[in-house]
Each structure stands twice: as structure tokens, then as C-alpha cells.
């Protein structure tokens, strides 16, 4: 057994776990195994233990593991932040968008979407813990931002992101998701029928289950610990 076959299997047994503890359907939980950095190589292996979906934040890393991979049935979400200059390749190449954060990018990924490809999904990526280093609308400005987007033609919006500061622990991992759930329900309050809810990392997915996350999005407990080197 390959280590990232081993790292699926003990990955998708913990979000089991997690998911019974928090008395919700494993089936409502869907994993995003998040292949920046690692190479085409990385996600062939992990697609043959039977992971589909991937995420990748780095462009010109995830463009070129696409043409690499274009054998397989794969489903590229693109979590990072987004430049403007590079919103036409994201438009034309990925199924999910995690990180939009202002009408601008939404705008023109909507523009830059062809009407002959399903429309792009994307959620709407919240700075939950207030960071100055993060990217992502203010918590109370997603209501105003949500409505906006949410008219835009080939796209999708599917729900909220978050990438909450680190926490200690369970209990105060669970904080920051707890109010993106209520930010969640608020939206579905005004009618937007949201679904999606895509929080949790390798170190804090537990807390976010219980909160209500349907992405989360895990990387290293997959394919182990990082070298960034030159990205793009």
C-alpha cells in the first residue's frame, strides 16, 4: 500500500468519524484533496485510490498538471487568491472557484465563462477571524456581496469559504465556523439556497464538520509535508 492510499484511507476514516460524532451523513461531507505543490504524479495516485476532486491555488502549477492529467476524469477546484490578470484561465479551466471576494473577480469570471461550459460554481470566501493576511469579504458585508453575485450569468454561487486562524483547540477551532454557519443560514434566510459550506483543514476539519462544512479541503494529511519552492 502506497503512503498516499494509506493517508486516503485514514483521511476519509477520521471525516467518517467526524461526521458520525456530529450526527450527519458522511455522505454530506465531501473531500477536497489539495495537490498544490506536489506534482501530477501525486494526483495520478490518489485519483487510482479513488479521489476525483482536487484543489490547487497556484495557476500556472494547476494548468500544467491538467494538460499532464487530461487522461482522467478529474474535477479542479482553484482555492487560492485571485488576481485579476488571471481570472479569463480560471474561467476557462476549473468546475469550482473557492475564493472569490469581490464583484469585480465575480464579474469577470463571469464574463470570461463560456456560455457552451456548465456554469461555474464558486463560494464566496469570508475573512472570518478578521485577518489582515487573509483575502475575503468582511463577515458583514457578505449579505450585500452575495446578492450581487448571485445574478451574475455562468456562474454559480454554491455557498462560503474560510481559512479561520489557528486555534488550540476543538472547542476554538469550532468558533470561527460556527459563525460562518450563521452567516450561511442568513444568506438561505434571504432566499439565495446555498449548499455549500467549505471550511476545514488537515488540522482543524473535526471542528468544522461539526459546524456544518460539506468541502473540507486536505492536503498534507494526504500527501504529506510541503515544499513550496518556485510557484507561480
Known amino acids: 500500500m502506497t503512503a498516499i492510499l494509506s493517508n486516503l484511507q ?15 451523513s458522511v455522505a454530506d461531507v465531501h473531500l477536497l484533496a489539495v495537490s498544490k505543490t506536489f506534482p501530477a504524479a501525486a494526483v495520478r495516485e490518489a485519483y487510482q485510490a479513488g479521489q476525483t476532486a482536487f484543489g490547487e491555488n497556484y495557476l500556472q502549477e494547476a494548468l500544467d498538471k491538467m494538460e499532464s492529467l487530461r ?3 478529474l474535477e479542479w477546484h482553484f482555492i487560492g487568491p485571485i488576481q485579476s490578470n488571471k481570472t479569463r484561465a480560471i474561467a476557462e479551466n476549473f468546475a469550482w472557484v473557492h475564493s472569490v471576494d469581490r464583484l469585480k473577480v465575480a464579474e469577470r469570471l463571469s464574463a470570461q465563462r463560456s456560455p457552451q461550459l456548465p456554469p461555474l460554481n464558486f463560494c464566496l ?17 457578505v449579505s450585500e456581496l452575495a446578492m450581487q453575485v448571485a445574478k451574475l450569468p455562468n456562474l454559480k454561487l454554491r455557498g462560503l469559504m474560510a481559512i479561520p486562524a489557528p486555534a488550540a483547540d476543538e472547542v476554538e477551532q469550532r468558533l470561527p465556523f460556527s459563525r460562518m ?3 450561511f443560514e442568513k444568506l438561505n434566510s434571504l432566499g439565495l439556497g446555498l449548499d455549500t459550506l467549505s471550511m476545514g483543514m488537515s488540522q482543524d476539519f473535526a471542528a468544522a464538520i461539526q459546524e456544518g462544512a460539506t468541502i473540507v479541503r486536505i492536503g498534507s494529511a ?10 507561480q
Open 181 to 183: 454557519r450563521a452567516i
Open 71 to 73: 487522461d482522467l476524469p
Open 222 to 231: 494526504i500527501f504529506g509535508a510541503r515544499d513550496y519552492g518556485e510557484l
Open 10 to 24: 485514514a483521511t476519509r476514516e477520521a471525516i467518517a468519524r467526524a461526521a458520525q460524532a456530529a450526527h450527519r
Open 125 to 141: 470566501q469570508v475573512n472570518v477571524s478578521g485577518e489582515d493576511s487573509k483575502s475575503g469579504v468582511e463577515p458583514e458585508a
